[in-house]
């Protein structure tokens, strides 16, 4: 649905300027998008450095 028409659906939508709301709108469904994205890839890094960081343990470990 263009921002345009949903705009038009509520009357506390058309209290917002239709420039502003269409930044909002799509704003907010950019983030639905990306929002998968972002979680993998903080999920790939958190891996990555907890993978680092049990193997500088073990190391550890082993040296003692």
């Given at each position: 649905m263009a921002p345009s028409k949903l705009r038009m659906?509520?009357?506390?939508?058309q209290d917002f300027p239709p420039d502003i709301f269409c930044v909002r709108v799509h704003a907010k469904k950019r983030k639905q998008r990306e929002q998968t994205f972002w979680i993998a890839k903080r999920n790939k890094t958190a891996m990555q450095r907890h993978l680092k960081e049990a193997a500088e343990l073990r190391k550890n470990r082993a040296g003692i």
């Open positions: 659906m509520q009357t506390s939508y």
